[in-house]
């Protein structure tokens, strides 16, 4: 009797031990995938959002640039492979990457718990202040002002900015705009709403239009990352050591007060 119910532990014990390898196998292979692709191909295919400065955007020469982009080109180089940007409006990146038309999304995504649920996002690569804009002449001082019936307020759709006006601003009216934040702001611009939310990015439209304010006070702070599809575990680990080692040598810092925390990049590119 004990040597049978020994023998079936055992058995027990060796099937786990396969089941377990054949896990660990399949893991390490999912791990690998993503990363040996890049390498094989010589090529890092990137989907960047279509105009929004300074993330991604074609500059007065026409060429492809900004903080994220730069980031991208950047990790690029150091693969020793060459760089593709494939340009999508903001809600049409993460359909893009889970249908395998790109490695990876390069911009300022916020790793939210629904998006999380469907792609593997890297370590923050930069932080966003999020900001109320109005009309400089509006009788709005700060960003708990909107908060009023009756007052409309734009946003990117499909982002954060969206989901921090129906969280914080509950009785304003939500205006969401496709085509990124230069078809938020002209709305703004043009009088159809009374407000945006966005980014501490869309000052640069505060400096474009000239009849902007940026309102008192952040409603939110935000990391913002780079993302991968489910199974790119390995690329996913190789982004996390990027931003580790770029933030150690001071390089990412350089670009982000380049890009980011100053208006420095205007002059040179638009």
């Known amino acids: 009797m004990i040597n049978r119910f020994t023998s079936k532990l055992a058995w027990v014990a060796a099937s786990l031990a396969v089941m377990m390898a054949a896990w660990?196998?399949?893991?390490?292979v999912a791990q690998a995938?993503?990363?040996d692709d890049i390498l094989k191909r010589g090529e890092l295919i990137v989907a960047v959002q279509t105009q929004g400065p300074p993330v991604s955007f074609v500059d007065k020469n026409g060429v492809r640039t900004g903080l994220a982009v730069e980031i991208a080109k950047q990790m690029a180089a150091d693969l020793g492979v060459k760089i593709t940007f494939q340009d999508y409006d903001w809600k049409g990146l993460i359909p893009a990457l889970l249908a395998g038309k790109a490695d990876m999304i390069a911009g300022d995504m916020t790793p939210t718990p629904q998006r999380a649920s469907q792609l593997l996002f890297s370590r923050p690569m930069f932080?966003?202040?999020?900001?109320?804009?109005?009309a400089k002449d509006s009788q709005f001082k700060t960003w708990q002002d909107l908060n009023k019936e009756g007052v409309t307020v734009a946003a990117l759709q499909g982002s954060t900015y969206a989901d921090a006006v129906t969280k914080y601003l509950p009785k304003a009216t939500l205006k969401v705009f496709a085509g990124g934040g230069p078809a938020v702001a002209q709305t703004l611009t043009m009088g159809r709403v009374d407000a945006m939310v966005g980014g501490q990015d869309y000052n640069s439209y505060v400096r474009q239009f000239g009849n902007l304010k940026p309102l008192g006070g952040t409603m939110t702070r935000e990391p913002l990352?780079?993302?991968?599809?489910?199974?790119?575990?390995?690329?996913?680990?190789?982004?996390d050591n990027y931003v580790?080692?770029?933030t150690a040598d001071n390089s990412l810092q350089g670009l982000l007060d380049y890009w980011w925390t100053s208006d420095a990049w205007e002059k040179d590119h638009k």
Not at 24 to 28: I, Q
Not at 127 to 134: E, G, L, Q, R, V
């Open 225 to 239: 990352a780079f993302a991968t599809r489910p199974n790119a575990f390995h690329l996913k680990m190789w982004l």
């Open 33 to 35: 995938d993503e990363m």
């Open 24 to 28: 660990f196998t399949v893991v390490s």
């Open 127 to 134: 932080f966003n202040d999020t900001i109320a804009f109005a």
């Open 244 to 246: 580790e080692l770029k």
